[in-house]
């Protein structure tokens, strides 16, 4: 059988018979993996506590016909054990890993999807911005790769030069005077300022908005998400439990 080895974060693992376990990943280089790591729920195991999701690990499996073959597996950024310790941490990084899994394909690059992560991972674990404003920048970002732009700014619908009040989540973010569709919503202008930076990684003007403005961006964010993918991110409401 062939084998690969490419850089790999852990988006979610199950359980297999008595001592495997199945571990979902993202490569760098083939995308979305499907992977058996066997015994890996034994005590002796050699890598069992870097196929946690989280970490970013350096990864050489077998290929098989429905589900590859973890042969090695080493460490390269612990994330998932410094997250683990940080509650809201913690619940951001499930909606986030949830989502990449969501967005990215089997056995196709991911290159853009795989460096977008590991930075929010990486924002998470140093604890250096609130950790629900990096989930948002991360939200909007991957969206936007996954060919979800949201607009805060510009009209979504005609591209009239903004900036402009109502937000449209059906289509696409802030709409003008003339395309504004029944049910849009008015956020406060620091609130589309805040999305702005967010997605844009400005994060002098995304530290110092205000609770209410960020609970707003929360929001919107959320019914984003929930929007433009097929099915829900069960994770989230874990996430709003823990605000």
Not at 142 to 158: E, M
Not at 190 to 219: C, I, K, P, Y
Request: net charge positive; proline share 5%; glycine share 10%.
């Amino acid at each position: 059988m062939p084998t690969y080895r490419d850089a790999a974060i852990v988006l979610r693992t199950y359980k297999l018979g008595e001592a495997d376990r199945i571990v979902i990943m993202l490569g760098r280089g083939r995308g979305r993996i499907r992977a058996v790591a066997k015994g890996v729920r034994r005590t002796s195991s050699k890598f069992g506590a870097r196929l946690e999701p989280g970490m970013v690990v350096d990864v050489q499996c077998y290929e098989g016909r429905s589900l590859d073959i973890i042969t090695q597996a080493d460490g390269l950024a612990p994330y998932g054990d410094m997250i683990a310790r940080d509650y809201p941490a913690f619940t951001a990084s499930n909606v986030m890993l949830e989502t990449c899994e969501q967005l990215t394909d089997d056995q196709e690059p991911a290159v853009a999807h795989f460096r977008l992560l590991a930075g929010g991972l990486a924002a998470l674990a140093g604890q250096e911005h609130d950790s629900r404003m990096v989930l948002d920048s991360y939200l909007l970002r991957a969206l936007a790769i996954g060919g979800w732009r949201a607009s805060f700014v510009d009209c979504a619908r005609c591209g009239m030069t903004g900036p402009h009040r109502a937000f449209h989540v059906p289509s696409g973010g802030v709409v003008c005077p003339v395309c504004r569709p029944p049910g849009s919503t008015a956020p406060a202008p620091e609130t589309l300022a805040l999305l702005q930076a967010l997605f844009a990684g400005d994060w002098s003007v995304a530290d110092a908005a205000q609770g209410r403005h960020r609970g707003e961006a929360n929001g919107l964010v959320a019914a984003y998400l929930q929007w433009h993918l097929e099915r829900g991110v069960r994770s989230l409401r874990h996430l709003e439990r823990s605000l």
